[in-house]
Antibody, heavy 126, light 109 residues
Framework: EVQLVQSGAEVKKPGESLKISCKGS????????IGWVRQMPGKGLEWMGI????????RYSPSFQGQVTISADKSISTAYLQWSSLKASDTAMYYC???????????????????WGQGTTVTVSS | EIVMTQSPATLSVSPGERATLSCRAS??????LAWYQQKPGQAPRLLIY???TRATGIPARFSGSGSGTEFTLTISSLQSEDFAVYYC???????????FGQGTKLEIK
């Protein structure tokens, strides 16, 4: 079974650092992009960025560039989202999702975000 | 940055009826458009990619159409389990950059 399993809920204070994880299984982890999505309480989905674990190519939404760091350790099929100094406004649910992208001659084919993790709740409060 | 605008914000429809949800891009995204369903307390679920291709396991009552800047998600005969929030998402060919719309809440009339 293809699945992404995220780390558990976190409660942190402003200014603290945090790294949450997303472990893939049931497929070739290095062959699929992994994206991260934020959902603030009662709000919509915001796409944060994406990483290709095969070579760690990473892209960020302009809204999140410089605010978070996305990384991956392909040896353990795990992607990460980290903050160096949390703010109260980082309080949200964070999802990882597999994002198949296939490059063929003269075309790049996207297949949406087809497998999602269960989400990690991050609460930042003093 | 491409902005995705969904309408209406809330749509009230009776079970068994048809629902039509709209998504507009601020500039052409070709057919690089996906739709997701999210129920309370759950992760989103991919419904449609490539503007009109149903994802694996998605019932035929869900259909997507459009290209360029105007897209539609149609649910032909609403079932009780279809009442949820729906998001459209555009994706750039390369590099892979994505943007969500703000969502449409589909509620029972």
């Amino acid at each position: 079974e293809v699945q992404l399993v995220q780390s558990g809920a976190e409660v942190k204070k402003p200014g603290e650092s945090l790294k949450i994880s997303c472990k893939g299984s049931g497929y070739s982890f290095t062959s699929y992009w992994i994206g991260w999505v934020r959902q603030m309480p009662g709000k919509g989905l915001e796409w944060m960025g994406i990483i290709y674990p095969g070579d760690s190519d990473t892209r960020y939404s302009p809204s999140f560039q410089g605010q978070v760091t996305i990384s991956a350790d392909k040896s353990i099929s795990t992607a990460y989202l980290q903050w160096s100094s949390l703010k109260a406004s980082d309080t949200a649910m964070y999802y990882c999702a597999r994002s198949p992208v296939v490059v063929v001659p003269a075309a790049i084919l996207h297949y949406g975000m087809d497998v999602w993790g269960q989400g990690t709740t991050v609460t930042v409060s003093s | 940055e491409i902005v995705m605008t969904q309408s209406p914000a809330t749509l009230s429809v009776s079970p068994g009826e048809r629902a039509t949800l709209s998504c507009r891009a601020s500039q052409s995204v070709s057919s690089n458009l996906a739709w997701y369903q999210q129920k309370p307390g759950q992760a989103p679920r991919l419904l449609i990619y490539g503007a009109s291709t149903r994802a694996t396991g998605i019932p035929a009552r869900f259909s997507g159409s459009g290209s360029g800047t105007e897209f539609t998600l149609t649910i032909s005969s609403l079932q009780s389990e279809d009442f949820a929030v729906y998001y459209c998402q555009q994706y750039n060919n390369w590099p892979p950059l994505y943007t969500f719309g703000q969502g449409t809440k589909l509620e029972i009339k």
